[in-house]
């Protein structure tokens, strides 16, 4: 990913202004980068909200399309929460309801692929590794360790469940692709042998063998 360097030298020192009078007196570099850590992940996730909203059609759509073949109808501007790497971030955007089957909906969260009230796929992962690591509980104050915000012990759980089943999955694609490949080899090696060249393989290296 490419930065405008400028752009991130503006930023890095509004960042280093504001830390400079959080401390005020202290001068040590651990205080200074504890406050800088917190500052930075603060910061990031009301940048995240500002980057969301700004997502939101310039002009307001009065209807909406529903999945039933009606039209949904705009209600009002509606706040949601999102749980990301960055902690919770809260954001608005309006929402929309269908008087034939009462379906709401909100066209910013479909754009985005945002689930009101969940947790993003890469905090799910952060957390399904660790849970799959350590007890929920301790997974749990590990995460507030490393990303300074606290998760519930059943957040834990319930994305180490998801979690597994994510890597039950991808286990069976890697089983299902080695087998694939043996045949593939099986196949090649059978080939190497009807046009007189026979391959070998030692550790792992193919080591071409020439018939006489
Ligand atoms: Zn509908």
Known sequence: MEFTTTRLEQIAILLADEIKEELAEKQGINEMEQVMRELVKETAGLGLQRAIEQGEERYAEKEVACRCGEQAK???????????????????????????CHQGQSPLDRKYGIVPGQVTQTLSSLLGVL????????????????????????????????HGNAQAQAEKGWIEKAEN?????????SLAYRSGRICASMDGAHVPLQHN
Not at 74 to 98: I, P
Not at 133 to 152: G, I, M, P
Not at 181 to 189: D, I, M, N, P, W
């Open 74 to 100: 705009f209600v009002s501007k509606r706040e949601a929460v999102l749980w990301t790497v960055f902690g919770k971030v809260d954001y608005k955007r309006r929402y929309y309801l269908c008087a034939e």
């Open 181 to 189: 490949e043996k045949s593939l080899q099986v196949r090649e090696r």
């Open 131 to 162: 849970g799959v690591e350590v007890a929920f509980e301790e997974a749990s104050q590990l995460a507030e360790r490393f990303l300074l915000f606290r998760v519930s012990d059943n957040t834990v759980r319930k994305q180490t469940e998801g």
